[in-house]
């Protein structure tokens, strides 16, 4: 077996071996990997192995620098979903291996795979993050009665408030707005602006779903379409329209389109895995299937498992001091800070 850097000759190949494998994803299509270094200017180190010809495993690697500038690793910056897909043990090892070389030769504190189960016993795993995932049906009826009580309550009160959904590719800007507006009062820096626009560009099947009151967009979504799911992978709101129930509104009538439209699965994404969190607590009211996330680490010796989440008490202060800074300051810092946050 032959490992091989990427190349752009390869890329149709590989992103038809990510499609056909049972744990491929989004993230580790070569579009993600052009959206990343265009953003962020990230160094890639794409990995993949082939039998005879034949392609049997990859792994989407990026360099990275942590907020204490160690040199790492990671499969991938920014994504929920990563890490190697093999199509048989012997190419997950060969390749596997070849990770840990390069970590070696480059010196890099570690290599994290940011895998959707665990693959590997001997690497440490971290237990932090869940996803919700629920199956769609054509009649988005039988997904409304999945919803529980309580949530669907809210839904059918939603609707009465004069909201209207927008399906569209156009509005950056306002939805920019709304974004920062919202990442701003979680503590928490923006993306830059040119990542959305590079995920436009990119991937034109991804669309915004805006959410209207009185004309006004008031919350909106960016949706990431990988295969027959929907990933709402951007999401907020202007607070001072919560009483609407907008973000309710907007989840509902995105389940609803995917259902009329033929979508199969909605994938509401990652969250910490703890009562108290507001995005778990809020995910988990759905009724999803909560599946739990397996990241794992090849650690250089010395090397502990990196916690640079919001959740890490030492973070703590700094997240309280982003949501008192004037927000137009944090749409100029945020995206210079956040590029250390793979």
Same mark, same amino acid.
Request: hydrophobic letters at 35%; proline letters at 6%; charged letters at 25%.
């Given at each position: ?6 190349a ?76 190697? #897909? ?11 291996a ?8 480059? @010196? ?10 665990? @693959?590997?016993?001997? #690497? ?35 609707? @009465? ?16 707005e ?30 915004f ?32 329209y ?17 259902c ?71 749409k100029?810092?945020?995206p ?7």
């Amino acid at each position: 077996m032959d490992v091989k850097r990427f190349a752009e000759a390869d890329a149709i190949h590989w992103d038809h071996f990510v499609r056909q494998h049972e744990d491929g994803s989004f993230f580790h299509l070569t579009g993600w990997k052009q959206v990343i270094e265009r953003t962020f200017g990230y160094q890639s180190s794409y990995l993949s192995l082939e039998d005879r010809g034949q392609l049997v495993a990859v792994l989407p690697l990026f360099k990275v620098k942590s907020p204490l500038c160690r040199v790492a690793f990671t499969s991938v910056p920014f994504g929920v979903y990563g890490g190697i #897909l093999a199509s048989s043990s012997s190419a997950y090892s060969e390749l596997m291996a070849k990770a840990k070389a390069l970590a070696e030769e480059q @010196r890099a504190a570690y290599v994290e795979f940011k895998n959707i189960r665990k @693959r590997d016993e001997d #690497l440490p795993t971290k237990d932090l993050y869940v996803t919700f995932i629920q199956d769609l049906d054509p009649d988005p009826a039988i997904n409304f009665e999945l919803i529980p009580r309580k949530t669907r309550r809210m839904v059918r009160v939603s609707l @009465r408030n004069e909201l209207e959904a927008e399906f569209t590719r156009e509005g950056i800007d306002e939805f920019y707005e709304i974004y920062a507006h919202s990442l701003h009062w979680l503590g928490t820096p923006v993306f830059p602006k040119r990542l959305f626009q590079n995920i436009l560009q990119t991937f034109p099947e991804c669309f915004f779903l805006f959410v209207r009151h009185r004309g006004r967009r008031i919350a909106g979504v960016l949706t990431l379409v990988y295969g027959g799911s929907l990933l709402p992978y951007y999401g907020g709101s202007y607070r001072e329209y919560n009483h609407l129930g907008a973000n309710n509104f907007m989840y509902w009538k995105l389940i609803e389109h995917g259902c009329q439209t033929g979508y199969k699965r909605f994938d509401f994404g990652r969250s910490k895995k703890n009562a108290g969190s507001g995005s778990y607590d809020y995910k988990r009211h759905w009724g999803m299937q909560e599946i739990s996330l397996e990241y794992q680490y090849y650690l250089s010796p010395g090397e502990h498992l990196p916690n640079v989440s919001p959740a890490n008490p030492k973070f703590k202060l700094l997240v309280e001091t982003w949501k008192r800074l004037p927000f137009p300051l944090t749409k100029i810092l945020g995206p210079r800070l956040v590029r250390y946050f793979p």
